[in-house]
C-alpha cells in the first residue's frame, strides 16, 4: 500500500510540474509573440513553441488582402483549419496539419494558443503595411 501511495504522490507531482512547465511555455509564448514585428519572423515563433505543447506536421498561414503567405513543415492529410479575427478585423486564416487525426485535447490546446497569436499578427500586418506605404 505504501508504494502505491508513493506512486500516486510521484504521479500527481509529475503532472503539476507538466502543467507548471506549459503554463510557463504558454507565458513565453505570449511574451515572444508580442515582441515579433515581422510576420515570418512572428510565424516561426509560433511554429517552434507551439510544437512544444502539440504536435503538428505543418502550419500555414494566408491573408490574400495583405498579400501574406507562410508556410512551415511538410503538408499531411488531416488537418484543423481556423478563420482569425481581431476586434472583428479578419486577420488571416491558419491550418494545421499532421498524418493522424488532432483529439479534442489537442484542438483546444491549439485554440487557446490562438488567443496568444491573433493580436500579434494583426499587429504585425499593420507594421508590414506601414513599411509598405
Known sequence: MASL???????????LYEGNAA?????RLHHMLHAAFDIEN??????YE????????????DNRHFDC??????????SAHYRLFANEDFV?????????????????????LLTSLTLPIQD??????????
Open 5 to 15: 501511495l508513493s506512486h500516486s504522490a510521484a504521479a500527481t507531482n509529475d503532472s
Open 23 to 27: 503554463a510557463d511555455r504558454y507565458s
Open 42 to 47: 512572428l510565424m516561426d515563433v509560433f511554429y
Open 50 to 61: 507551439a510544437q512544444q505543447l502539440v504536435h503538428f506536421d505543418s502550419v500555414t498561414f
Open 69 to 78: 503567405h507562410y508556410q512551415a513543415g511538410v503538408h499531411c492529410r488531416h
Open 92 to 112: 488571416g486564416d491558419l491550418r494545421f496539419t499532421r498524418a493522424t487525426p488532432f483529439d479534442e485535447g489537442e484542438l483546444n490546446i491549439i485554440e487557446s
Open 124 to 133: 504585425s500586418l499593420a507594421y508590414r503595411d506601414t513599411l509598405e506605404a
